[in-house]
């Protein structure tokens, strides 16, 4: 299938029902969520309808010759959008993710999040965390990431109605870590927003470098968003942080982290219970603010 065609999803948008029943074996991307974060909560869930929006599913060729299935959202009329990465949670893109993505083209941007575990396995298959770590997200290189971001960007480029010079990259928990990665890799991003994302850990093969590692190499400057919280994302780490970014690039100099004094981690998280609306809510606020502010409009 040619790179550039769109397969839609669901035009409609999802609705809260569907989202809940929907299955996790084979369902379409975006539909539903990863056995290992079930049951979700039906009472704090957001649903986004994509009434005015182009949504659905797209395939990406990757430069090693794949198929990268990636949620893809944005206003239904006009062109030129700034356009945002959107780097998923260790579960895949599952609804939260996509309903992200829609949240985003309200706001009038071009959103796409890829699916980017799809060379290692499949992580809606999955009932534990820690396999699914162990067998699927483990594995994945962060060179591979990068590499299959930045194709994303060219297929966005490639569909006619992204801007891609004015270019945000936003993550959540797995994904906040690659937002501070990507930032460090592409020259040509203008702003990255991280929500609570690693920034410190053990250099293995297929993760050399990790976020307080690079702020020296920050190429765009990044807004962290952390929780204080955050047991799995201990304050101190997120100190060092604060403290590379100060002796790093212009960009790093740029960027800023904000801390929720007593949020958990995954506070954006609508569908679990660690959700906090107020601090959600006002990360959002922020995370669209800062695009603006650095050229992503």
């Known amino acids: 299938m040619d790179g550039d065609r769109m397969i839609s999803l669901d035009e409609r948008g999802l609705s809260r029902r569907n989202a809940l029943k929907a299955t996790a074996t084979g369902a379409a991307l975006g539909s539903t969520f990863a056995l290992s974060v079930q049951p979700v909560s039906a009472q704090t869930m957001i649903t986004t309808p994509a009434d005015g929006l182009t949504a659905g599913e797209v395939k990406v060729k990757t430069k090693d010759g794949k198929e990268l299935v990636a949620y893809r959202a944005m206003p239904a009329t006009g062109t030129g959008f700034g356009t945002i990465l959107v780097v998923q949670e260790i579960f895949g893109v599952h609804a939260h993710i996509a309903d992200m993505c829609r949240r985003f083209a309200k706001a009038g941007y071009y959103a796409i999040a890829p699916e980017l575990y799809f060379r290692q396995g499949d992580p809606k298959g999955y009932t534990e965390i820690p396999k ?17 971001l930045d194709d994303c960007v060219a297929f966005a480029k490639g569909e006619g109605k992204a801007d891609t010079a004015k270019l945000g990259v936003t993550g959540f928990c797995w994904g906040g870590r690659i937002t501070w990665l990507y930032a460090a890799h592409n020259p040509g991003l203008k702003a990255g927003v991280a929500w609570y994302g690693r920034v410190v850990g053990d250099s293995t093969a297929l993760t050399p470098k990790h976020p307080v590692d690079l702020a020296k190499d920050l190429k765009a400057p990044v807004l962290g968003l952390y929780g204080g919280a955050d047991t799995g994302i201990p304050n101190d780490t997120v100190d060092k942080m604060r403290a590379a970014l100060k002796d790093g690039s212009a960009a790093a100099k740029k960027s800023e982290i904000h801390t929720y004094a007593d949020m958990p981690h995954a506070f954006n998280a609508d569908y679990r219970p660690t959700y906090r609306k107020e601090a959600a809510e006002d990360g959002w606020k922020r995370a669209i603010a800062w695009f603006k502010a650095n050229g992503v409009t």
């Open 132 to 148: 699914l770590i162990a067998e699927v997200v483990s594995k994945v290189p962060d060179a591979q990431v990068m590499a299959d």
